[in-house]
């Protein structure tokens, strides 16, 4: 049963317009939320992080957004660029630092 | 700051022959993980270390799979004997401490078992 769940395999955006990806969790014990940024053939990279006492966090052109009453949250990429075509991962922890990762959206960002 | 190093990036071996992985975190952090990536799904957690012990071991097969942190630092992880379903990449990944904090990850070690 997986824990992290982030729905849609792919996402294509256009230059400059918004990206948002989606994740949703069903263990409400998380209260620690990381978004990981990985290209082909490298480790995840950290990109950014939201405790559940928040429900914003912004750094540049990325925000991700929390809803803990659905379970939800969301990362914002405004304004999006070619260099941000990779794979994304929503990933879930807490106290014991251990993260569950969902099975990623893969992002293309067209010229 | 030098990042978390792996060793070796390939590896291809014979089901039923054992293998090694490496990794050394970033200097100074305490909690040290070993994931596993299957192609198309998210990394898996195998192992966690906080300094030499162990946290939580939970999903490693340990008929197959081991691990160590000697001295706090250095970790192995090791296959014996390997199965066509071990084919993964394995991440090591490092933090500063447990919880409530990112971990950064190496490049990571493609294992493929023929």
């Known amino acids: 049963d997986q824990q992290v769940k982030q729905n849609s395999p792919s996402l294509s955006v256009q230059e400059g317009r918004i990206s948002i990806l989606n994740c949703d969790y069903t263990?409400?014990?998380?209260?620690?939320f990381l978004w990981y940024k990985k290209y082909p053939a490298e480790g995840p990279t950290f990109l950014i992080s939201?405790?559940?006492?928040?429900d914003k966090n912004e750094d540049g052109r990325f925000t991700v957004f929390l809803n803990k009453s659905a379970k939800h949250l969301s990362l914002h990429i405004v304004p999006s660029q070619p260099g941000d075509s990779a794979v994304y991962f929503c990933a879930a922890g807490g106290s014991q630092g251990n993260l569950i990762f969902g099975k990623g959206t893969k992002l293309s960002v067209k010229p | 700051e030098a990042g978390v190093a792996q060793s070796p990036r390939y590896k291809i071996i014979e089901k039923r022959q054992s293998v090694a992985f490496w990794c050394n975190p970033i200097?100074?952090?305490?909690?040290l993980y070993w994931y596993q990536q299957i192609l198309g799904q998210g990394p898996k957690l195998l192992i966690q270390f906080q300094n030499n012990g162990v946290v939580d071991d939970s999903q490693l097969p340990k008929d197959r799979f081991s691990a160590e942190r000697l001295k706090g630092v250095d970790s192995t992880l090791k296959i014996q004997p390997a199965k066509l379903e071990d084919s993964a990449v394995y991440l090591c990944a490092s933090s500063l401490h447990q919880g409530y904090t990112e971990a950064f990850f190496g490049q990571g070690t493609r294992l493929t078992v023929v």
């Open positions: 200097s100074g952090h305490a909690t």
């Open positions: 939201i405790s559940s006492i928040k």
């Open positions: 263990n409400s014990m998380f209260d620690y």
